[in-house]
């Protein structure tokens, strides 16, 4: 019954605040002002699409012209001053509208992309809008692979590393980031950059609430206890991290998932037969997302609400794919 109420409430106050955004944007809308919408995504009501207008880019891109990336690399505070830039060019709704999403259990997770072309380098315009929708939600951690508080990375037809990060032709499984480092991983913005010669690799999305099988996990004797986790070299975390799958609850009591196949080490037969039961439960969930994400958008999810990966690509010899990567805890 407690639980049907505090779902209601949460209803009610999810609608209430939608109203009001709504009504906000009318309102900007007649004033002719710098704006944004918001709609569910086609295929899933959780995933949130957001649209900058024209009038908002052109509106950021004039705030922050005294600012290039090299000035948001080296001075960490000016990526707070671009985050309120862009807020401040939507009238203050953007910064709210972004944090009831990603904090809301049931949704969690936005689409963001704008309308009309950048002026000058259209990445950097990307870097310095995705540092600005990261710092609306909190602060990125330092990404040791690429020695930023972002990391760009390409996806080409043949590679060598060691995980499947950059393997182009290889479904990238379901999975949370963060799971072998000790700061918290609240959140992942994946943008993509640039792309030419792809066909598939759409992004992978499943809600831990839509997982069927969870609750067969959650419950085993094993969800809540300590499991190695370490990483290959290119990733340059040294050392190993313990924690369980289902590492936390939310305030509702609902499980939170840390969790990745490649980088969980089970130290016996018992972890290992877990671990790899969850690993084939999740790849054949029917309740998976396949999201196209065009040039410029980016993809930003609670981490430990949603599991993501990438479906593979048809080989192409031209294939390459540039992304921007940011994941951080919340302010
Ligand atoms: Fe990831």
């Known amino acids: 019954m407690l639980t049907l109420m505090n779902n209601v409430d949460i209803i009610g106050r999810v609608i209430i605040r939608h109203l009001e955004i709504f009504m906000s944007l009318a309102l900007l809308k007649d004033e002719g002002s710098a704006s944004f919408t ?22 950021f891109q004039d705030a922050t012209q005294a600012w290039d990336v ?73 990404d040791s692979m690429h020695g930023k508080f972002y990391a760009r990375f390409t996806v080409r037809n043949v590679d060598n590393s060691d995980s499947y990060l950059r393997q182009a032709h290889r479904r990238m499984e379901l999975h949370n980031d963060g799971t072998y480092v000790d700061e918290r991983t609240d959140f992942v913005l994946m943008m993509k950059m640039k792309e030419k010669n792809m066909e598939g690799g759409n992004s992978l999305m499943l809600h831990v609430d839509d997982w069927q099988d969870r609750d067969t996990f959650y419950d085993h004797p094993l969800g809540k206890k300590d499991i190695q986790w370490g990483s290959p070299p290119s ?65 930003v999810m609670h981490n430990h609400r949603w599991l993501h990966g990438r479906d593979k690509f048809i080989a192409h010899d031209g294939l390459e794919r540039e992304l921007l990567r940011q994941r951080g805890h919340f302010s």
């Open 70 to 142: 090299q000035a948001i690399e080296y001075k960490p505070f000016l990526r707070f001053a671009v985050a309120a830039a862009l807020d401040q060019v939507c009238a203050g709704l953007l910064g709210p509208c972004l944090n009831d999403i990603i904090k809301n259990r049931e949704q969690g997770a936005f689409l963001l992309d704008y309308q009309g072309i950048p002026s000058g380098d259209k990445a950097d315009f990307n870097v310095m809008l995705s540092t600005a929708i990261s710092h609306l939600i909190g602060v990125p951690n330092f």
């Open 38 to 59: 918001v709609k569910s995504h086609d295929s899933n009501n959780r995933l949130q699409v957001i649209t900058l207008h024209e009038d908002s880019l052109r509106a």
């Open 235 to 299: 990733k340059q975390v040294a050392g190993k991290v313990f924690h369980p799958v289902f590492f936390e609850e939310d305030e509702n009591g609902k499980p939170n998932m840390l969790f990745i196949d490649q980088f969980a080490e089970p130290q016996n037969m018992q972890q290992g037969l877990y671990l790899h039961k969850m690993g084939e439960s999740l790849e054949q969930e029917q309740n998976c997302l396949s999201v196209a994400v065009p040039e410029g958008a980016m993809l």
